[in-house]
Structure formats: C-alpha cells, structure tokens
C-alpha cells in the first residue's frame, strides 16, 4: 500500500521554463511534507518543505503547494536551470501527537526524474 | 555536505554472509533513521534510533539489525544475505529537538551488491 505516490516516473522541460512535480498521498495522520532532490551516487538533499496548516511555501525558485482536500502537493520550480536535473522525491511525516511516538519517520514516493534541457 | 557520514561506500559480498553498515549522524543530532533504496520500491524506512535507544521499527527483515552507540553513530548488520538484499542503504539524521525537528538529512548511501 502506497501511501505517498508520484504517478510520473519522469518529466522533460526546458530551461527557464516552469518545472511542475506532483505528489499524492492518501494518509489523513501526515501533517508535514518534504520534497528531496538527489543526483546519482549520492544521498537525497532536502529542498523545501511545508506543514499541513499552510497551502503554499516559497523559497527562491522552489515554491510547494499543498491541497490539503485533495491530498495533493506539487513542487514549482521557476525558472528551471539544467542543474536543476535530478531525481525528486515527495516524502510524507506525521509528527508527534499523530504518529502517537516520536520516531518522524518519512514515507516516500518513488521519485520523479527531472531532466531540463538547455 | 550533509554532515552525514557512511562508510563503506562500496560492499560486494556473497550470499549467505553478513555485513556491517556504518553511520556517523551530523554533529549534535540524537535521532538516527536507516532507509533502503530498492530499484523497485524506492525510499523505505527500516529502523530509527533515538539517543542509544530503538524509536520506530518499519519494513525491517528480521536478518537485518541495528543499534546506537553512545557517541551516537549507528551500525546496520545485514545478516544470510540474499540476492534481493542488494541495494542503496541510506543513513539519516535529524535534531528532534530543534526547528527543524522533521528535516531528515542523508549520507550519501552504500551500496550493497550481494552475488
């Protein structure tokens, strides 16, 4: 059962163009959502995040959009550059009241490969 | 950089053995989580330790063990490896306590190939 999923494997865009990621989740209990980059061989990175009592946040070129009803997120980023080329991963946490611990854990969606050509 | 620290990088070993996975968190953090990463199934979560102490178990062969030593690096041991058992294992950190309490910061992995 997966909980967090990224229904597009990959996606092709052109540089200084809109690079649009989507993310659907389907447990009520997460209540922060992250988005991580990760290039081969090496470990994800964090890029941005945004708690479920927000509906938008914006850092620099990135922004994450949550509809919560829908149980949707999507990451934005304007405008994309070809080092902006990597794997995306939408991850989900429940924190502490709703997991009923405090392990954070984060479940992940399978990723979306971003490739911006020049 | 992370901060995270994995070693070895690199691990080819056969079926049937057993290896240690080693993991250094970022300076300051209690909390660490280990994650495998499967061609398949993308990013899952194994195990998450808390200052020397089991915190959360997830999809965690029961071949597969951990711990927290108390200068706070973490070992993973694979044991009676399997083919399948090849893949990336990720090691994570956070600072439970602070700001970003729900920022989870990656090594950069090793991969493991069991022939």
């Known amino acids: 059962d997966q909980q967090v999923k990224q229904n597009s494997p990959s996606l092709s865009v052109q540089e200084g163009r809109i690079s649009i990621l989507n993310c659907d989740y389907t447990?009520?209990?997460?209540?922060?959502f992250l988005w991580y980059k990760k290039y081969p061989a090496e470990g994800p990175t964090f890029l941005i995040s945004?708690?479920?009592?927000?509906d938008k946040n914006e850092d620099g070129r990135f922004t994450v959009f949550l509809n919560k009803s829908a149980k949707h997120l999507s990451l934005h980023i304007v405008p994309s550059q070809p080092g902006d080329s990597a794997v995306y991963f939408c991850?989900?946490?429940?924190?502490?009241?709703?997991?009923?611990?405090?392990?954070?854990?984060?479940?992940f969606g399978k990723g979306t490969l971003l490739t911006v050509n020049p | 950089d992370s901060g995270v620290t994995q070693t070895p990088k690199h691990l080819i070993t056969a079926t049937g053995q057993r290896v240690t996975l080693r993991c250094s968190p970022r300076?300051?953090?209690?909390?660490v989580y280990w994650y495998q990463q499967s061609l398949d199934q993308g990013l899952q979560f194994l195990i998450q330790?808390?200052?020397?102490?089991?915190?959360a178990k997830g999809n965690i062969l029961e071949r597969f063990s951990a711990q927290q030593f108390p200068d706070l690096h973490s070992e993973l041991n694979l044991s009676s490896l399997e083919l399948g058992d090849s893949a990336l294992y990720f090691c994570?950190?956070?600072?439970?306590?602070?700001?970003?309490?729900?920022?989870?910061?990656f090594g950069p992995g090793t991969r493991l190939t069991v022939l």
């Open positions: 994570a950190s956070s600072d439970l306590a602070g700001v970003r309490y729900n920022e989870q910061f």
């Open positions: 447990n009520s209990m997460f209540d922060y």
């Open positions: 945004i708690s479920s009592i927000k």
């Open positions: 991850a989900a946490t429940a924190s502490l009241i709703n997991s009923g611990g405090s392990n954070y854990k984060l479940t």
């Open positions: 300076s300051g953090d209690l909390s």
């Open positions: 330790y808390y200052n020397g102490e089991e915190r």
